[in-house]
């Protein structure tokens, strides 16, 4: 057994601006929560070492290839890791848009991704996320020394719901809050969870 910790990366430039997609580098609060984390990670680390039943020594930091993800790792003092498979969903022609914006320009389509994400079919579904997401969990599933996550909200949910047992399908939804840190154990029949909300 292994412990996985997930989070997102911290607050970007588009996230201020509530703009969909892009590759925009941290905003400031998102640079402090790339301290914080790495703060907290080290700690863990030093209280965990030597007595937790999990093995808790050699972290690995997986990432996606975008600015935000690998800025959110980049003060953390283990192994990195990137992977082009962890880029957040790729939201087509909206990609730099807020979701106001698509309501009002393109009503229909934006209906139709609010009543099936998991499958609409224009741009990246989640259907499609979690095909290309499945080697990196197959990956996931062969270490045996704790990794932290730092992906993106719906890279992050179709995550989730693999290692919690949830119906694919119902990934679309799962709140995955900024600046906090979800720490999921393995066990027999499934996994648990513990958060930890690094918000300042
Ligand atoms: O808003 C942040 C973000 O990661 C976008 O880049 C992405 O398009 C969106 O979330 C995905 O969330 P949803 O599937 O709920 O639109």
Redesign the pocket.
């Known amino acids: 057994p292994r412990t996985i910790l997930l989070s997102r990366h911290g607050e970007s430039e588009d996230?201020t601006k509530g703009l969909?997609?892009g590759d925009s580098q941290l905003s400031p609060r998102g640079r402090a929560y790339a301290k914080v984390l790495s703060e907290f990670i080290t700690e863990q680390h030093e209280l965990r070492r030597n007595y937790d039943y999990l093995s808790f020594n050699n972290i690995t930091v997986w990432t996606s290839t975008m600015k935000r993800t690998m800025m959110t790792s980049s003060q953390i003092p283990y192994d990195k890791l990137q992977w082009r498979q962890l880029d957040?969903?790729d939201?087509g022609i909206c990609e730099g848009m807020t979701y106001a914006q698509v309501e009002e320009s393109m009503p229909k389509e934006f209906a139709a991704r609010q009543a099936d994400?998991f499958g609409y079919p224009r741009g990246e579904s989640y259907h499609d996320m979690i095909y290309r997401i499945e080697p990196t969990l197959m990956e996931l599933e062969r270490q045996r020394e704790p990794v932290l996550i730092i992906g993106?909200?719906?890279v992050n949910r179709v995550i989730y719901a693999y290692l919690m047992g949830k119906k694919p399908i119902d990934c679309?939804e799962i709140p995955i809050p900024l600046h906090t840190v979800m720490e999921i154990l393995p066990n027999a029949y499934g996994a648990t969870e513990k958060r930890y909300d690094l918000n300042d």
Do not use: D
């Open positions: 996230n969909l997609g957040e969903i939201a994400k993106h909200q719906a679309v």
